[in-house]
C-alpha cells in the first residue's frame, strides 16, 4: 500500500501501470486520460500542464536513468519503453512487442516488435535496438540479472530472438522491466542523457535536486495530458512540510505522517506491486561442533569414559564447559548488532525509534543526536563484553580474578 497527498482535484483517476512504481505519476495520472474502463474515483476538477511533485527518488538520484545499468529495474522506466509491461491489474501485456513465441525447449524467445516507434530524438526503434539493449546488459555487470540470457539475435528490422542458457519461465519478469535504449545514442554519458521511447523525456536532472521532464512528442500510445512534471528531490518530512506550504501538487509520505491533515489536499492510499525484503544478520559458526568432537576424542575424556562417565556426563562435565566460552563471547558482543537490527526493520515496517532516529539525524548531520545514539549504543557493547568476562568465572572454573602465584 503505498499513501501519497495530492492538492489536485482528479477529475477522473486511471492506474498507468507503466508508471505504477513511480507513485507520484499514479496520482498524476488521474486526469491524463479519459478511459472506457470504470474509474476508481472521481472528484471534480480541472486537470494541470504542469505539475510539482516531493519525492524521495534516492535509487537513481546519484546512478542515472539507464536501464543497462539497473535504473528502475524492479519497474517500468519512465524514459524508456519495454518488450513487455504490466497492466493496472498487474498482468502482463505487450508493449513494444505485437506478440512473441517461446520455443518448444523454452530457450529461446521470439518478439516481433511494432513498426511505428520513435526514440526522442526521431529515429526509428528497431529490432537492432531491442537485441543491443538486452546483450550490452547482460555485459555490463549492472543490476540487472540477465545471467540466464546466452545472446540475443536479431532475425529481421522489427524480430529478435532472445536466447536462453536454460529455460527460465521467470525471465518473463526481466523482460517486462527492461527499458530498451538507442544503439546510436547509447554511450558513457546516457545515464545523464536519455534517449528512449518512453511517455516522458527528461529535460533537466539536478541531482539532489530535482528533475524536470516533459512528455515525448513521438510516443507511440496515448498521449499525457499531462505535459510537464518537475519532481522534487525530497526526504519524506521535507516532502509533508512542502505540502504544507502549498509548494507541491502531490507528495509521498510514509504510513507514519498519513494522520496529519493538510487543508486543499486529499489523501490517496493505492495497491503497488512494490515488495521489500529483509535479511537477518548471522555469523556461521562451525567451529563449535567441530571443537567439541576434537574435545569429546582428546585424552582427558577418554580418561573420563575409562572410568564409567556417560556420553551424557563427557558432554556436560568437559565438552560444553570448553565450547562455552568462544560462543558466550559472540553472543554477547552481537548485542550491539540489535541497533543494526532496529534500523532495518523501522525503515521497512515504518515503525518509529532508534534506528529510523539514526537515519534521520545522519541524513540531517544531526551531530549531538548521532553522538548521544553512538554512545547509547557503545554502552551495551561496554555491557555485553562485561557480561561476558563475567560468565566466564561460572564455566571455567579456571578463570578467576586474583593475583597470580
Known sequence: ???????????????????????????????????????????????????????????FDDKGFDPTMGWNYYGPPLFQSTLLRRNEDLELVNDLAQNYTISSDRKIWTFKIREDVRFSDDQPLTAEDVAYTFNQTKESGGLVDLSALDKAVVKGNYE???HLKQPRITFINQIANLGIVPKHAHNK????????????????????EQIIAEA??????????????????????ASLAAAKAGRV????????????QITGMNLYAHKSDGHAGLMLPYIPNTGTR????????????????????TTTGVVLHHGLRNVALPAITLQFASLGELFDGSVLIE?????P???????????????PLLLGIVFFSATFVFIGNTLADLSYQIIDPRIRFGKSA
Open 347 to 351: 525503515k521497512v515496517f515504518n515503525y
Open 1 to 59: 500500500m503505498n499513501l501519497s497527498i495530492s492538492r489536485l482535484k482528479i477529475c477522473e483517476i486511471k492506474w498507468w501501470h507503466w508508471l505504477s512504481n513511480l507513485l507520484l505519476v499514479q496520482i498524476l495520472a488521474a486526469c491524463s486520460q479519459v478511459s472506457s474502463s470504470p474509474p476508481a474515483t472521481k472528484v471534480s476538477g480541472e486537470s494541470k500542464d504542469e505539475i510539482v511533485l516531493a519525492f524521495s527518488w534516492e535509487d
Open 216 to 237: 515525448n512528442p513521438y510516443y507511440y500510445g496515448t498521449p499525457a495530458n499531462i505535459k510537464r512534471l518537475v519532481i522534487l528531490l525530497t526526504l519524506e518530512d
Open 160 to 162: 529478435v530472438e532472445l
Open 189 to 208: 554519458n546516457y545515464f545523464r542523457n536519455p534517449i528512449g521511447s518512453g511517455p516522458y523525456r527528461l529535460v533537466q536532472w539536478n541531482p539532489g
Open 249 to 260: 501538487d502531490v507528495a509521498h509520505i510514509p504510513p507514519s505522517l498519513a494522520i496529519q
Open 353 to 367: 525509534g532508534l534506528g529510523d532516529a539514526t537515519v534521520q539525524a545522519a541524513l540531517r548531520s544531526d551531530v
Open 290 to 309: 567441530e571443537k567439541l568432537i576434537e574435545i569429546l576424542h582428546s585424552n582427558y575424556a577418554l580418561f573420563a569414559y575409562a572410568q564409567g562417565e
